[in-house]
């Protein structure tokens, strides 16, 4: 189980997080939901490594890992893929791949990202950069495939992509989870996240406004948090 704890963050003296409280269940698909500018971004910084809190905790399976570089956590089971891709443009499709795999079990990472993604397998030669925007959001998402693992920090995955792309990136997701991991997604597809998800918050203003199952939300409730509600 993934937890943050009374998480504060922002960046040089602008507060951004307000005592942020999250889990991520093992085995399950959480949604985090709201406008621009809630603070969704900085949330998944901070639960990855790359932005200390300022004040809470994190834990993973119960202990706390704040302070922990990316790398750190990356080893624990953690991956993350950022808005914009994350790839390494100017290295080819295979060699990004190699990078993401374990020692001695590049073979196998290149076949099961392949596997996942066919179209990468048509690619393996080409540089990274030079892919389509689908394209090379599929070579982000195939190293949480190749790594394996415990939790998986998705960013606007969609975004700008075709609606022919957006539904293979949510096929693969819903793959990812049955094979065993936890996702926590930030997705401007609002209906097909919550489609895909157990669990729903809001957040807005650097606060959670809803936190709960699926089930438990209304449409005006949603609506209320992205026409930028006080309630």
Not at 35 to 46: F, H, M, S
Not at 58 to 85: F, I
Not at 178 to 191: C, F, P, R, W
Request: net charge negative; hydrophobic share 45%.
């Amino acid at each position: 189980m993934f937890e943050l704890r009374g998480v504060e963050a922002g960046y040089g003296g602008t507060r951004v997080l307000r005592g942020v409280d999250l889990i991520v269940p093992r085995r399950s698909i959480v949604a985090l939901l709201g406008p621009n500018g809630a603070g969704k971004t900085t949330l998944l910084r901070a639960a990855s490594g790359l932005l200390r809190p300022t004040a809470g905790d994190v834990l993973l399976d119960g202990e706390s890992v704040l302070g922990r570089l990316p790398h750190e956590l990356c080893a624990r089971g953690l991956c993350h893929v950022p808005e914009g891709r994350g790839i390494f443009p100017s290295l080819t499709v295979r060699e990004n791949l190699v990078l993401q795999s374990r020692p001695g079990s590049e073979r196998e990472s290149i076949d099961r990202a392949v596997s996942a993604f066919p179209r990468l397998g048509e690619r393996l030669t080409q540089v990274a950069g030079t892919l389509s925007g689908g394209e090379q959001q599929m070579l982000a998402l195939a190293r949480t495939y190749v790594q394996r693992p415990q939790l998986v920090l998705l960013d606007e995955v969609s975004m700008g992509l075709a609606p022919k792309i957006v539904d293979e990136i949510f096929e693969f997701l819903g793959v990812l989870a049955a094979q065993g991991s936890s996702l926590l997604l930030v997705e401007q597809y609002v209906t097909r996240a919550l489609a895909a998800a157990d669990y729903v918050y809001l957040l807005n203003r650097g606060r959670i406004s809803f936190a709960g199952e699926v089930s438990e939300l209304d449409a005006d409730a949603i609506a209320a948090e992205y026409v930028g509600s006080d309630r």
